[in-house]
């Protein structure tokens, strides 16, 4: 695996490195030993999918607060989407900032959030599929939200919105 730097301090692109050969390739997605090399959680304790039938679909911003913080490692599966990040936390120089990226079936990018951190994605494609690591157990009581269209994050969704749930569009502005 090859990790690149985002920018937010703590947040990294995951890029595979492929093995090929006549029959396709081989790739770890994921590798507790070189994680922990570069600093990041080793440990996930749970798995979750999204399927997604429509493109322009928005889910996020989403985050859970201490004590079930939570780092994410997120892969689509199936599709593609622009996916988001917000650093919430007061102390970093990054407070604020927002970081993108297009992860797609095809590039096969993972993209892997630190606690406190805000995430959603925009669908890029129909029958789109997310797969999600959390070093965390969801908690509802402690889970918060930013609103995607917020004007003091600036987000430019490539696409408008063509499915949102309505406690997405009801988080407060900041």
């Known amino acids: 695996m090859r990790f ?54 928005v ?13 994410k490692l997120v892969r689509c599966i199936a599709g593609a989407i622009f996916d988001v990040i917000v650093d919430l936390r007061p102390a970093s120089p990054t407070y604020l900032q927002s970081y993108s990226a297009e992860l797609t079936a095809d590039n096969r990018s993972a993209l892997y959030i630190p606690e406190m951190f ?14 999600y690591q959390m070093s965390e157990f969801y908690a509802p009581q402690l889970g918060r939200g ?20 309505t406690q997405d569009v009801s988080w407060p502005l900041l």
């Open 4 to 57: 690149l730097p985002t920018g937010l301090e703590g947040a990294w692109v995951v890029q595979l490195q492929p093995h090929k050969d006549e029959r396709g390739f081989f790739a770890r997605t994921f590798c507790a030993e070189e994680f922990a090399a570069h600093g990041l959680v080793k440990t996930f304790v749970q798995c979750n999918t999204s399927w997604n039938p429509r493109s322009g679909t």
């Open 59 to 71: 889910r996020g911003l989403h985050y859970q607060l201490s004590p079930s913080s939570e780092v």
């Open 118 to 131: 805000a995430h959603g994605f925009q669908t890029l494609a129909d029958d789109t599929e997310v797969f």
């Open 146 to 165: 930013l609103r995607y269209d917020d004007p003091k994050l600036g987000i430019n969704w490539p696409l408008s919105v063509a499915s949102i749930s």
